[in-house]
């Protein structure tokens, strides 16, 4: 009875979050209080308040992802990408139905689109291009083998068996099973307030979030849209905080890109330009970006000599990257990297694939322009592949 007991304390138990600052500390524990502006985190050595302005986010430590693959994924047009077991239409209202069975209701007109099959190769590329279309009326987007088409016409009722469509004034109820997305018109004059914060949930749902608490063991927060939404510590997996805190330089359009090969040419290679060109957020080599044995999701690759400029989107604190000769070539490469804030050089170090990574932040109080030159070394250009690996400005 007692190993019972405390089986249930410990279910019962508040998970812990990592709390993730701007600075690269972070802070563990379960979160006790929260709020848009402030947020206290119970650590191991007691309370800690932090300001959410230095916070870039916080992670459930036992997260991990949903079991229940989403039957449809609906977008509202403040940004919230909602998956959902089922999503019906009735009267002008929307619901999209959770795998437990809780219901989220919103007009129809709030939703940006629908996908209501799972994407899949050249489909899920359509369908992103279709998305981003210049839209007069509503789309119904349907299915044929492996590749789907769009007809213009007016959206109406939803059922798990068909789709309403008014198309030229002929009212057609298309089978739902032919269906692979619905897109709506939204005309333009409508705005909403920014979202202070996304949070995703254990669906997989990921929340504009305009103001956040936290009550009990609940989180519960209010969307631009004015829904008002709330769960359990342990169904949420995470809350961005960094928007606009945090830019990725493979984010961001450069100013100017110079390559320049070894050996010069008095003709321009385009082709050979693009070849010897920056990646963003995958190596030179096909593959992700790699440094000493860890992979990262975001950065640049770069190939000597390649000058880039930047014009920073704001006022910046920091830039922060781990900086290396990429896996797949070491131990060769040696490459003369130069940063510049402005007229002033901020790093100049030499960079060879015998290096271990090389940990980078830097001081941009006042910059206006990044300026980032990878030159050649004492090797040629032979494996010059320079990863910049999480290269991020912060503020």
């Not at 940006?112 to 279309?133: C, D, F, H, K, M």
């Not at 359009?253 to 385009?270: A, D, H, I, M, Q």
């Not at 781990?322 to 797949?328: E, F, L, N, S, T």
Request: net charge negative; proline share 6%.
């Amino acid at each position: 009875m007692w190993s019972l007991l405390l089986i249930g304390v410990l279910n019962a138990a508040p998970p812990d979050f990592e709390v993730h600052l701007l600075g690269g500390d972070q802070r563990v524990g379960p979160i006790v209080e929260l709020g848009v502006d402030r947020m206290t985190v119970r650590t191991a050595e007691g309370p800690v308040s932090l300001d959410t302005k230095e916070i870039a986010g916080i992670s459930r430590r036992d997260a991990g992802p949903s079991d229940v693959p989403p039957g449809v994924w609906a977008e509202l047009i403040d940004g919230s990408r909602l998956a959902g077991a089922e999503y019906t239409v009735r009267e002008g209202r929307a619901g999209i139905t959770r795998p437990s069975g809780e219901v989220t209701e919103v007009s129809a007109r709030d939703v940006a689109a629908v996908r209501l099959q799972p994407p899949t190769g050249a489909i899920a590329a359509e369908w992103a291009r279709i998305l981003e279309s210049e839209l007069d009326a509503d789309l119904l987007v349907v299915r044929k083998g492996d590749s789907i088409d769009y007809h213009r016409g007016t959206l109406g009722d939803v059922s798990d068996k068909v789709v309403e469509f008014d198309l030229e004034g002929d009212l057609l109820a298309v089978k739902r099973s032919k269906v692979y997305g619905l897109v709506y018109y939204r005309s333009a004059g409508r705005s909403l307030p920014d979202p202070a914060c996304w949070l995703t949930d254990a669906d997989g749902s990921r929340w504009a979030v305009k103001s956040i608490r936290l009550e009990g063991d609940d989180f519960r927060w209010t969307t631009p849209l004015g829904l008002e939404t709330s769960r359990a510590a342990a169904e949420v997996v995470r809350i961005d905080f960094s928007q606009g805190k945090i830019v990725y330089l493979s984010d961001l359009e450069p100013e100017s890109l110079v390559w320049t090969p070894y050996f010069g040419s008095t003709r321009k290679l385009p082709a050979l330009a693009r070849f010897f060109g920056p990646r963003e957020d995958r190596g030179l080599d096909p593959g992700p970006l790699e440094l000493d044995g860890t992979q990262y999701e975001k950065g640049l690759a770069l190939h000597s000599r390649t000058s880039l400029v930047y014009r920073l989107p704001g006022r910046f604190r920091r830039f922060k990257a781990v900086v290396g000769i990429d896996d797949r070539v070491r131990p060769q490469g040696n490459v003369r990297l130069v940063i510049r804030g402005d007229d002033r050089v901020l790093l100049e170090t030499t960079v060879t694939g015998t290096d271990p990574p090389l940990p980078v932040d830097l001081d941009l109080s006042g910059v206006r322009r990044l300026a980032i030159l990878v030159d050649y070394g004492a090797d040629l250009d032979v494996a010059d592949h320079l990863d910049l690996c999480n290269a991020r400005i912060v503020k």
